[in-house]
């Protein structure tokens, strides 16, 4: 069955420093999403990609973050200088149609120091 | 700001009992609700997704809409050990053009063998 994979699954960066997020997801999805979860709160959404730009994105999608679809299979996500209030759980999803069921990745967990 | 409301348990079960899952929404316009089972350290995978009134079974899962009263729930039967794990809702934002899941903070449930 398909999957939406995520990479790294563990990232440890200092405080300031950029780290890149990467997605593959499901071959034949069209809409993109990340989304970021903090220790112990809820999942909450981040910015929806669709078509090579950006659909949507939230309050905490602020000029610090940028997504790219590099090539034909990669997603990512770029945080170009880390607070450490941005450590959390970071998932990638994916979905067909947006009115569609969104599948979501394993996950990245972001640790800053 | 729209919300999506869920009791954060924990609400604990003996196996084989029915566990009862509940969800309020503030949006009046949403037309699509998500639940999604989240295990401790893990993405959060696709349970069922409901769109009209009414009930939804699927196996030992079904959900239940009522969009006059805001409410979304999901019972288990039949429940399992495995079964134990955080049953997230989220619905998208009624209204054109916006699928960016509003998560609630999800209900902890565990099964007693």
């Known amino acids: 069955e398909p999957e939406v994979t995520q990479t790294p699954s563990h990232q440890v960066t200092q405080m300031g420093q950029e780290v890149i997020l990467r997605c593959v997801p499901i071959s034949n999805h069209l809409y993109f999403y990340w989304y970021r979860q903090i220790l112990g709160q809820k999942v909450e959404f981040l910015v929806s990609f669709y078509n090579n730009e950006i659909s949507e994105k939230s309050e905490i999608f602020d000029d610090q973050f940028s997504v790219e679809r590099p090539d034909g299979s990669n997603f990512t996500l770029k945080i170009r200088s880390t607070k450490l209030e941005d450590s959390a759980m970071y998932f990638c999803?994916?979905?067909?149609?947006?009115?569609?069921?969104?599948?979501f990745g394993p996950g990245t967990r972001l640790t800053v120091l | 700001q729209k919300e999506v409301e869920q009791n954060s348990g924990p609400l604990s079960v003996p196996e084989g009992a029915i566990a009862s899952l509940n969800c309020t929404y503030s949006d009046r316009v949403s037309q699509s609700f998500f639940w999604y089972r989240q295990y401790s350290g893990k993405s959060p995978e696709l349970i069922m997704s409901i769109y009209s009134n009414g009930d939804k079974e699927d196996g030992r899962f079904t959900a239940q809409l009522n969009k006059a009263s805001q409410y979304v729930s999901l019972l288990i039967r039949d429940s399992q050990p495995s079964d134990s794990a955080t049953y997230l809702c989220?619905?998208?934002?009624?209204?054109?053009?916006?699928?960016?899941?509003?998560f609630g903070k999800g209900t902890k449930l565990s099964v007693i063998p």
């Open positions: 999803a994916s979905s067909y149609v947006r009115t569609d069921t969104q599948y």
């Open positions: 989220a619905s998208p934002p009624g209204g054109a053009g916006s699928y960016q899941l509003t």
